[in-house]
């Protein structure tokens, strides 16, 4: 079974595909000085982007690790998450308070989905 | 192959089954003002719960992520830990410390584990 | 498909492989009061030794988490990290910072990685 990768860098790979199965790296905005929201907003686009390139999609989530880097944005981020999860077909997930690699980002999403193979 | 979901909501699902692996959503107690202790027994409950409604089992757990919102609480859980494991079918566990969704909550653990299909 | 483990201890095992994916338990350093470099060579070559054992290896890696118990070891760990991973096979990674289990630990890393069956 071979492994595909996207967004191949010297430290990580935005997305790594093995068989059936895709694991995204974990998202942060490029906005990091935005609020809560648009950060989600934003991190959430780029897991959309980077699950169609798998040949998988947001309904074909299996788990998602969020962080958000004080609990006080939860219900912000919680909101945009809750609008963009296909009703029905949500991941497990699970949601702790980290600070993030750099002081101005609020959110982080790592994703793991299934994916055509 | 498919997916299967339990525990559905609008947010997460409690458990998502990919083939012959089941992903499950963080679980905290709820009995939020209890313990490490209690609160470790009720959580470990829950995934027993969780994987038995999956096809799976304790004995069967790939991995397990754990956080404690607070690190003095790291030896309570241990214990209560120490003695659910099945000896000599122990997962694979990271557990750090991390504040959760609710300040009262102590323990959150996430499990991937092997099912069968 | 067989679960198999190695490092089995009481409270987890050090790595356990299911099928062609093996999942790794978090690696901390045993020179505990080493620098954040030092402890990250130490964690990396812990992760080399247990991915061999699995039959896999670096190139191999899918999705890695690291901790760091303070950002401000997070340029030293990367400085190691950078060096150590396969160019052009890099895997997903999220990185976050959170204490650890014990107060002079300033890295973890848990990996799942790929391996031949």
Known sequence: MTIKRSGVGPRLS????????VYLAGQVADSGDADATVQAKEVLAK?????????SDKSKMLWANVWVSDMSYFADFNKVWDAWVVPGQTPARA???AKLARPNLKVEVAVIAARSV
Chains 1, 2, 3 share one sequence.
């Not at 935005?14 to 199965?21: A, C, E, F, I, L």
């Not at 897991?47 to 040949?55: K, P, R, S, V």
């Open 14 to 21: 935005q997305s790594v595909s093995y068989g059936d199965t």
């Open 47 to 55: 897991i959309d982007q980077l699950l169609a390139e798998a040949g």
């Open 95 to 97: 949601a702790v308070e």
